[in-house]
């Protein structure tokens, strides 16, 4: 059934590492059926985005995408954010900076950082417990032994990351995956998150049972470390629910959204 004029919102899609905005397809197809305006942002160097990989050398580089759109929009638009994986910082920094427009925040087994402590806190933890064996076939580049950008493997899309989908989405994914940064110098040094900005706006985070990539024991690790106002969990949805379970989480952002209006 189609919204009403009243009950339409407008959906801001971020993708995670090495991703695109087409990895929203099927999320994007079912929202704009549904009445909603959606858009999904390609981020600096990724998708279809122009920039080279040598171009994307800070953060600011990578998310200036997501924060020219959320300048676009005029001061009486409100948005619900969303973001996957790696785009939880992405999406804190839109937080920031345009609180006055995001009615809620939307993370889906991402990064959410707390208003205390630097961001890369939670990343550092993350490679710190992340077992070499499962990284098999991607390819890093290291500094001062941290990583500083990877080439996701095609072995490693196939089973850890793209294990709960169809085939013909591990496909797209081949011949659409870009590499990226981590960006954890600029993370460290320049991310400042308020409670008066972003932890005024209502966040919801989305825990991926079944995710081989950011299993389930750091999404909750992450819920613990920045309590969001409400936490949903979708069984063997994997790393990429976008694409496994598109209609299941497209009815869920609905809903989330009609509750944070």
Known sequence: MLTTATSRKHFVLVHGLCHGAWCWYKVVSHLRSAGHHVV?????????????????????DYVQPLIQF????????RVILVGHSFAGL?????????????????????????????????????FNKLKPETCMDCRFTFKDGLPVSTELGCNYLATMMYGTCQPEDLALAKMLIRPSRFFLDDICKDFLLTKEKYGSISRVYVICEGDQVMDEDFQRFVVKD?????????????????????KDLSLSLQEIANRYP
């Open 40 to 60: 999904a942002v390609d981020l600096g160097g990724s998708g279809v985005h122009p920039s080279r990989f040598e171009e994307i050398t800070t953060f600011s």
């Open 226 to 246: 920045s309590p969001p106002d409400e936490v949903k969990s979708f069984p063997e949805a994997g790393h990429m629910i976008m694409l496994s379970k598109s």
């Open 70 to 77: 959320m300048e676009s929009l005029s001061d009486d638009e």
């Open 90 to 126: 992405a999406i804190s920094v839109a937080m920031e900076r345009f609180s006055r427009i995001v009615s809620v925040a939307i993370f889906i087994t991402a990064y959410m950082p707390n208003c205390r402590d630097s961001p890369a806190l939670q990343m550092k933890k993350y």
